[in-house]
């Protein structure tokens, strides 16, 4: 097991891929024009979250009137040194400046949290990203988000709404926050993380400017990886990259969480195409897909591995083999389904794998079940 250890985007202090993203900010901020909605839009992994908390620390730590009139060393990044007491109060997310809007919590997790702050405790991350959550952000979430923005509206201080994920917001949380997002009180600046924008009401879209961040080049991510993966082969590496597909986050949490082998165990159940093993099946769905976010990772890179059939197939099968024997299980898939019938598969497993109502182990499963009734 590697030591990796990953921080969250609140403690992290680092920031990859994303400097013209950076210097864009900054410049926006010398000039006293940063203020309002901002949506951070992008796939996951690719460092919104972290760049929108290393912009919350960065206003929180300055006074923009004395800042702005001293024009020696002017700052040249958003860096803010994490043994300053902002950096610790917005990792905590207990400054009183910044409101931070997720699904909420369920209500014995929500008591549990507060006892620790009242006591002074610090938030463990890992713990902290295991309590139990609602769904979706509710009225509720964006009703309490308001309050803290017309209660502090007044004030000289900045204040800062960070709502991760905007895609996570039910239509009536929506309609609630296009008020603020309309008429945001002064020094104040709200920002929407997206992984999929067109989630989005387009009155949401419309009042917000756009951040896109883009996936990291595989160049850039193989040269990050070399230090921080150390005990990787090189073919294990390029492998995480291909899953990866321009996403640091994504690539270190596949590697800390040892997804590597699990991925290969996964496809190797295929092997022998049309037919395999439905006990190795439902042995491998038991014992490695226990934890529900393992499952889901699990569920989405089936869905990938198998959309990169068909577009291998267009291209004529030339990208390098991501483990032995992976072109030799591409043609026995082919030689069962056309491109065209396979990626009506993968669209009926997509949808089931969405249907968070059903059992999602036995979903897992009867994808592949789906793709040996699918045959031609």
């Not at 912009?55 to 958003?78: C, G, N, V």
């Not at 923005?149 to 900045?158: A, F, K, N, R």
């Not at 991760?164 to 239509?171: E, F, P």
């Not at 949490?253 to 099946?281: A, C, E, K, V």
Request: charged share 30%.
């Amino acid at each position: 097991m590697n030591n990796l250890v990953i921080k969250s985007p609140q403690e992290q202090t680092e920031l990859f891929g994303c400097k013209t993203e950076e210097q864009m900010l900054l410049d926006l901020w010398l000039k006293g024009r940063l203020a309002g909605g901002w949506l951070f839009c992008g796939p996951k992994g690719v460092g919104k979250a972290t760049l929108a908390y290393r912009l919350a620390r960065f206003i929180l730590s300055r006074d923009k009137k004395d800042f702005l009139t001293q024009t020696k060393d002017l700052p040249t990044s958003l860096s803010v040194n994490e043994k300053d007491p902002v950096f610790q109060m917005v990792a905590q997310q207990t400054h009183p400046g910044m409101k931070v809007i997720e699904c909420g919590l369920k209500e014995e997790e929500l008591k549990s949290r507060q006892a620790l702050i009242n006591a002074g405790k610090r938030l463990d991350p890992e713990v902290e990203n295991k309590r139990k959550r609602f769904n979706e952000i509710r009225m509720d979430d964006i009703r309490n988000a308001k309050n803290f923005l017309h209660l502090t509206s007044g004030t000289q201080t900045w204040r800062i709404m960070i709502v991760d994920a905007a895609d996570d917001m039910n239509i009536n949380a929506a309609n609630a926050l296009l008020k603020s997002l309309e008429e945001p009180p002064a020094k104040t600046i709200i920002v929407l993380i997206s992984h999929s924008i067109g989630k989005l009401l387009p009155t949401i879209r419309s009042r917000c400017r756009k951040l896109i961040l883009k996936p990291m080049k595989n160049d850039l991510l193989e040269n990050i990886l070399k230090q921080k993966t150390p005990d990787l082969s090189d073919q294990e590496r390029f492998m995480l990259i291909e899953l990866a597909q321009g996403s640091l986050g994504r690539a270190l949490n596949l590697y800390q969480s040892g997804f590597i082998d699990r991925f290969i165990d996964m496809i190797s159940l295929l092997d022998g195409f049309p037919d395999f093993s439905s006990t190795r099946l439902y042995d491998f769905t038991e014992e490695k897909l226990k934890d529900k976010e393992m499952l889901k990772t699990a569920q989405e890179l089936l869905v990938q591995w198998l959309t990169g059939i068909c577009i291998d197939a267009e291209r004529g099968n030339q990208r390098k083999e991501l483990f032995d024997g992976e072109k030799k299980l591409h043609e026995s898939i082919l030689n069962c389904h056309s491109p065209l019938t396979l990626i009506e598969s993968i669209q009926e497993i997509q949808k089931t794998f969405s249907d968070q109502d059903l059992d999602q182990k036995q979903v897992f499963i009867n994808a592949f079940f789906k793709l040996q009734r699918n045959i031609i």
